[in-house]
């Protein structure tokens, strides 16, 4: 029984780990994830608060690995879990199915199932206080070790200063949910649903998309003028590409000097920018 304990001991602090790594990976997706669900109101808030949970999650990860402290590791563990799980029934509450960030993007759990996930462990976790054998060492030794892995986490993952990035604002797209464009490398393309030129161009896209391997994220942001619906828009294309809509605005700050734009992102900078000639441009920066 000592031995089992010990491995369910082990995995609940790789499970631990996991989690953090998959926040780690992609840190802005979770910011967004945080402003969305009303956690975090400005995105340096957020930013602050996703690298605390992350530095929090490892040094609890870490420590879990190690037999020391186990019972109030299992104590901690169980707190953290029933706050989350709260937030977590105010989220099915409200009937919000999106990604709820608990694993980031790489494993996508709607609130619901990552409640379920929490009580399995939380289960385990009591499994785990209730059998195994408390050995300490030196107090300051773990609360040392904690305090400066989770303080170096802002030197491991940097905030990023993205204050330049014209697609920061736009964080929400339809067939997706949340994404955060700061972290992706692809194509946004600026459409008027009534403009023809935007509808070739879309056409355009289409055909590049089924002739390129690996063809990079496709983003767009739609202005509405006329009557022309999004579901009419991807009808007469016949494309169907993750969008948000958009306001005059924003239409106007994104545009040259008349629609259709498309912009080449990478790394939170704009690579390219294209006004005309769609196929052959996105072709060739893409064979670079």
């Not at 969305?36 to 996703?50: K, S």
Request: aromatic fraction near 14%; glycine fraction near 4%; charged fraction near 20%.
């Amino acid at each position: 029984m000592v031995y089992f304990v010990g491995i369910v001991r082990v995995l609940l602090g790789v499970t631990f780990l996991f989690s953090a790594y998959t926040k780690a990976v992609a840190p802005g997706f979770f910011e967004i994830t945080l402003i969305d669900q009303g956690i975090a109101v400005t995105r340096n808030f957020a930013a602050q608060m996703t690298r605390f949970i992350i530095g929090m999650e490892f040094s609890i990860g870490l420590l879990m690995l190690l037999p020391f402290y186990t019972k109030r590791l299992m104590v901690l563990s169980a707190v953290l879990l029933s706050v989350f799980s709260v937030h977590l029934v105010y989220l099915v509450f409200i009937g919000d199915n999106e990604n709820c960030g608990c694993f980031g993007e790489m494993i996508s759990m709607t609130p619901a199932q990552s409640l379920l996930k929490n009580l399995v462990l939380f289960l385990v976790t009591m499994f785990v206080y209730f059998k195994a054998n408390e050995r300490k060492i030196n107090v300051l030794f773990p609360i040392l070790g904690s305090s400066i892995l989770t303080f170096f986490i802002w030197f491991i993952i940097p905030i990023p200063d993205n204050s330049d990035f014209p697609f920061k604002k736009f964080s929400n797209f339809e067939s997706i949910g949340r994404v955060d464009l700061s972290e992706k490398n692809g194509l946004v393309a600026i459409f008027n649903l009534d403009c023809e030129h935007c509808q070739d161009a879309a056409k355009e896209i289409s055909t590049l998309k089924k002739e390129l391997n690996q063809f990079p994220n496709v983003f767009v942001l739609f202005y509405k003028e006329g009557s022309t619906s999004v579901e009419e828009f991807e009808k007469i294309t016949e494309t169907k590409f993750p969008y948000a809509l958009i306001d005059v605005n924003d239409f106007f700050d994104l545009i040259g000097n008349s629609p259709p734009r498309i912009y080449q992102i990478e790394k939170a900078q704009v690579k390219n920018i294209w006004d005309d000639s769609f196929y052959k441009n996105i072709k060739t920066a893409l064979s670079e």
